[in-house]
């Protein structure tokens, strides 16, 4: 039996390794450090260029919470394309696609991992995720509040907007 256990919930969450970024207008941009968001609520979502879900579900669950959340500084989004397979495919290049087919203005990242994690996503390894799509909620206090990818949209922008 597989008694793997996803996501950190309740832990630190870790700082995210240096890798290639581009900004809310899809140029490239300084590598996103968690340090920088001190005291702000931070929402990673992990996708991946040819997932399905990602493109069905995840993507446009992002869009809906970037809307309802456009006016709140105290919460600030992040897109990381977190490959772990089908790297000639999930591209660079893709993610650029991806942030301007979804009309995303938030920062995207390009996580293809490293040899200390196997060449698979940093943030995958770090952060215990299971594939993609995937969110991740980080409080003020840099603590996982929330690891997973089944995520209910309403009740996200609901609480994301308690957060000031």
């Known amino acids: 039996m597989n008694n793997q256990k996803y996501g950190i919930e309740g832990f630190l969450a870790p700082e995210l390794e240096k890798f290639k970024w581009i900004d809310a207008n899809g140029i490239d941009a300084e590598p996103v450090q968690l ?28 869009q809906q919470m970037v809307s309802a959340l456009k006016n709140n500084e105290a919460v600030k989004f992040f897109a990381i394309q977190t490959v772990f397979e089908g790297k000639s495919q999930n591209t660079f290049e893709k993610l650029k696609e991806t942030q ?25 390894y770090h952060y215990k995720t299971g594939g993609t799509p995937w969110f991740i909620f980080i409080n003020q206090e840099r603590k996982v509040v929330f690891n997973d990818f089944h995520l209910n949209t309403e009740k996200a922008i609901e609480f994301l907007q308690s957060i000031k």
């Open 100 to 124: 301007k087919q979804y009309k995303l203005e938030i920062p995207f990242g390009q996580d293809e991992g490293n040899k200390t994690t196997n060449n698979i996503s940093t943030v995958m």
């Open 35 to 62: 340090a920088n968001y001190s005291g702000k609520f931070v929402v990673l979502y992990c996708f991946q260029s040819w997932c399905p879900g990602c493109h069905k579900i995840g993507l446009p669950s992002l």
